[in-house]
């Protein structure tokens, strides 16, 4: 943590942005507005101009916090002000402890703050390619890092139908009524789940880009079916071919965390990539998830799942991107941090 007296630097990274071709001419003269494995290995090896990034979910990102309190860290990320910050501190067990704050609370995971926290790290070259893995509140979990880009474990997905809701005063008209939607809007092939790959979301799947786009949450409403059902929030998408290139395009609210809309969460991706598996015929083991294309103004996103598979079945997943630094700010607190002994992680 660089911190003079009581004052600490945040990095603003946004995690999952969208790379584009800048400068390449063969990959202009190709048309591609997004780079594969190889063009990334070419580009990073100086054979191409680098592509720059846009779009993404800016996160804070605090690193050597390991003199701070809870209460400092809830302090952080207030003054920060984004939708979750990251604090990096060492660990006894794995490569790095990660504590994950909203501005209202404390959050066990945090999918763009740990993509854009790694890529950072991996910029730094604090961590470097291959297997690493974070501590967090809820335990251990692997990252790995390949070619720049940070990817996450996530578990075997659980999923909950309406029916099961029952008993917690939430049926799937009162979820469609908190977002503005009919029945008629929805995909006649999916209805509502709640899914848990790591934190529980409900995933909606809506018709099309159309249906996408006209969604009104309200968010008093979404809030009290969080709480009820202990989500993080809700995710409603479209597989619609018209509204996106990639296997679905998403929307996410979660106003139980203080967020309104979000442009990439890299936990909700997971388990909507999982669905898309179980449930919808996508049987591949690897799945792009777009999101914040239908936001306002717009935060192209993009967040890459792969699956592990056992006889046809997830057994966990890892959920992944790019991350890119936007700008520095420097927080004072109301009280100076404990200053830590030695130097942060490798």
Request: proline share 5%.
């Amino acid at each position: 943590m660089t911190h003079t007296e009581a004052t600490v630097t945040a990095r603003i990274v946004n995690g999952f942005v969208t790379l584009k071709d800048c400068g390449d001419p063969e990959l202009l003269k190709a048309g591609r507005d997004g780079l594969s494995d190889e063009d990334l290995k070419r580009v990073g090896n100086g054979g191409a101009a680098r592509p720059s990034a846009t779009g993404g979910n800016p996160a804070g990102v605090v690193l050597d916090a390991d003199g701070l309190s809870d209460a400092q860290m809830l302090e952080i990320a207030q003054k920060v002000g984004l939708s979750e910050t990251a604090f990096v501190s060492r660990s006894e067990t794995e490569g790095f402890k990660l504590d994950f704050f909203t501005p209202t609370r404390r959050i066990a995971h945090c999918g763009h703050a740990t993509i854009a926290t790694f890529s950072y790290l991996a910029e730094l070259g604090r961590v470097s390619e291959g297997e690493t893995s974070k501590e967090t509140v809820d335990g251990p979990r692997k990252i790995i890092i390949r070619d720049g880009a940070a990817y996450m474990e996530q578990l075997a997905p659980r999923y909950e139908d309406p029916s099961e809701w029952a008993d917690r005063g939430v049926q799937e008209q009162d979820v469609l009524n908190a977002l503005g939607l009919t029945p008629e809007d929805l995909n006649p092939r999916f209805s509502p789940k709640l899914a848990n790959t790591g934190n529980s979301f409900v995933l909606v799947a809506v018709k099309d880009g159309a249906a996408l786009k006209a969604v009104k949450p309200g968010l008093a409403q979404l809030e009290a079916i969080s709480e009820a059902l202990d989500l993080i929030g809700f995710y409603v998408f479209t597989t619609d071919p018209g509204a996106t290139s990639a296997d679905a395009t998403a929307r996410m609210f979660a106003p139980r965390y203080g967020i309104s809309e979000e442009s990439a969460t890299g936990m909700a991706a997971g388990p909507l990539a999982c669905a898309l598996y179980d449930h919808l015929g996508v049987r591949r083991p690897k799945l792009l998830i777009e999101q914040g294309h239908f936001m306002e103004p717009a935060s192209p996103s993009e967040i890459t799942v792969e699956l592990n598979l056992d006889a046809g079945r997830v057994t966990g997943l890892m959920a992944g991107g790019y991350g890119a630094v936007m700008k520095e700010l420097q927080i004072k607190l109301d009280h100076s941090p404990v200053p830590a002994v030695g130097g942060g992680n490798d």
